[in-house]
């Protein structure tokens, strides 16, 4: 007997074997592919593919850690306690992005290979914070939270930092929108890629996810620091000058009036994409819907924002016109329908629509945002209004998740009430400060 089952352990251990070379075959392919796509019309020569390698570990990263934290921060730990501490580090967060972030360019323009290290430093941070969370959440240290937020604002900060070097790095007649819907969508890429891996890793305990999270940010560390020369120039630029602001550069401009209406629309459902979250996280947890369990509520909130973000950069990268005004315009009621909808009809299939509409309708309006600011405004000034408008948006986000937090979970509708009368509130004024005069098509050059 023992020869047929030596026979069948080779036969077994034969298949593994091929199926992981297959397996490897077919993600050496998919690499190759992928590196293809990212260097194709002049991408490879500009430098855009190394800050699109780089986006994709970063959001890699940000995927692990956010299913690390899924199981410790918000199911492990006492729900009072855990939104006390997270609404106070996130309420910190605020001061960097409302008195700090504009001065974050000038002072940067002072050192060569400034903003290269800027960049750079958001993602050594996240690796720092990621290797010292391993250790936090195996024995519960109280530095578990502050790491957490940590993470969370190096997050947001990435992002600002990040939006000013895109102007920067197109290739020859490319547009703003057409470079970052490479840039989104390889960082979708890298959340289907990591997402599997992270979960696996969960098996082994949360501090390994963390642990594989550091590594991405190693890597990502070194893309960063790898990007060209021209991130940092800054030659010839002027500041994008908001309401009320009377200093800048030489050659700065005042803020369009459509750019301004696109920003504002825009701080809607960035919002609302952080108040959705925060409240979620802690309204399902402690009022979870009868035969769901919580775990499944939340990835089905999260799932429907993830595949709403997807669907999002898809759309406004195959559309080869675009009337900005009316998308952002569009997707601010579309938000204020879906909570209505919500508040009115608690319950699975509307928190399946929350997330769904509201990560289509963050995508779509930033698409929209970028051109808007790529049509109306000059091109010395482009590289400021990215980063000054991406400041705005992660303020707004920021406000939202505080909001949420401090939400009673008691009853569970009252929380959307108070959304759907903050965003019916904020779409009267946007509404009413619009600029009269006919929407403009923007050609998106896909």
Known sequence: MAAPHTDST???????SRGFGAFRRAGAFTMRQARRASEAQGAGESGLSRLIHMHFFNTAGDAAVAISLAGTLFFTVPSGEARGQVALFLGLTML????VAPLIGPFLDRFAHGRRWAIGATMAIRAFLCWVLAGAVVTESALMFPAALGVLVASKAYGVTRAAAVPRLLPQ????????????LSGIVGVAVSAPIAGLATLAGPEWVLRYAFLLFVAATIAAIRLPARVDSSEGEGDLLLRGEDKGRTGSVRIPPAVA????????????SGFLIMFMAFQLRENPID?????????LVVGGAAAGNFLGVVLASGLKRIKPAITVSSVLIADVAVV???????????LALLGLVAGLGQALAKFSLDATIQRDVPHRVQASAFARSDTTLQLAWVIGGFIGIAMPLDPPRLGLGVAVA????WSVFVFTRRPQRAPRTVQTGN
């Open 173 to 184: 007649d490319f547009t703003l929108v057409k470079a970052n819907g490479r840039v989104s």
């Open 10 to 16: 080779a036969e077994r251990g034969g298949t593994v």
């Open 261 to 272: 209406y696109a920003l504002r629309a825009n701080c809607g459902p960035r919002w609302m």
């Open 291 to 299: 035969g769901w369990s919580v775990e499944l509520l939340t990835a």
């Open 96 to 99: 960097p992005f409302a008195i």
């Open 340 to 350: 209505v909808f919500g508040f009115l009809f608690y319950g699975v299939l509307a």
């Open 422 to 425: 903050v965003l019916a509130a």
